[in-house]
């Protein structure tokens, strides 16, 4: 069992004139494998800012707190260390690779992450059938990753990693944001089925309600101007699909 726990996060942003401007105001969270948090909360309230810091993103300085994965401090530790810890981070903009498949994306992921070339056999077959999956054309995998992929592709490549590299814990930043409604099944149906391993936690960050249909939380939390001031189970997104963000404001 693995334990993510963020304590008291403090985080502003560097703006290009070199000034910080604070946007996480102690963000207090542990998230443990096998449960699924939701973060929901108004644009501009610091949802990305949390995924990116966690993930290591040096646009952001951490001002205060204390990140950890099974008691190990993840502030300290390189992107790529990070995600070798077993953290996976799934971006709201997915960046391009230019001159790099998805499979040798995906193989070289492996391979980072456990240490080890994944058996050429094995992989091969895992690979497909993590396309198959996700209803993937077999071509797909000869593609540059995010190199002209659609929104829908793109949140199927982010579940292809975690099918495939089964992180220790898993944030999705804003995976519903621009999928139609059969990808976002797909999707949802790719996230439950790793869920269902127990192995992985997951934070999903989302703005509304639309994918918590397919995926029940355990926990929602609502992030309001850089901090959690509420928290309860599943009902509590059905509170924030009835009546919007707007009570929680004065919160803030
Ligand atoms: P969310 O994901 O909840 O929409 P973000 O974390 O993206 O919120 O942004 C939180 C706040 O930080 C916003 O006010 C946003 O304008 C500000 N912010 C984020 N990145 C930058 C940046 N590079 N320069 C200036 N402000 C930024
Ligand atoms: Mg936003
Ligand atoms: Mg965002």
Not at 24 to 33: H, Q, R
Not at 116 to 145: H, I, S
Not at 181 to 204: C, K, M, P, Q
Not at 225 to 237: H, K, T, W
């Amino acid at each position: 069992m693995s334990t993510l726990e963020i304590r008291d996060l403090q985080v502003s942003v560097k703006l290009p004139d070199g000034e910080l401007k604070p946007i996480l105001a102690g963000v207090d969270l542990t998230i443990k494998s096998g449960e699924t948090h939701a973060i929901m909360g108004p644009n501009g309230s610091g949802k990305s800012t949390l995924a990116y810091s966690i993930a290591g993103h040096p646009k952001y300085e951490i001002t205060g707190g204390s990140v950890t994965l099974d008691g190990q401090d993840i502030l300290e530790l390189s992107v790529d260390e990070r995600a070798r810890a077993g953290l996976f981070l799934a971006m709201q903009y997915p960046v391009e690779v230019p001159g790099v498949s998805v499979a040798n994306f995906l193989r070289t992921a492996k391979t980072a992450i456990d240490g080890e070339a994944p058996k050429l056999r094995t992989w091969a077959g895992e690979l497909r059938g993590a396309m198959e999956k996700l209803q993937m054309d077999p071509a797909f995998a000869q593609r540059n990753v995010n190199e002209g992929f659609s929104g829908g592709e793109k949140k199927r490549h982010e579940i292809m990693q975690l099918e495939l590299l089964k992180p220790k814990m898993a944030i999705l930043d804003e995976t519903d944001s621009g999928l139609d409604i059969d990808a976002l099944r797909v999707v949802s149906e790719g996230v439950n089925r790793v869920r269902e391993t127990g192995a992985t936690g997951f934070l999903l960050i989302t703005h509304y309600t639309r994918i918590l249909r397919y995926i029940k939380p355990d926990f929602v939390h609502v992030f309001v101007a850089g901090r959690i001031v509420q928290e309860g189970g599943p009902e509590l997104a059905e509170e924030l699909e009835a009546s919007g963000y707007e009570k929680f404001l004065t919160k803030a």
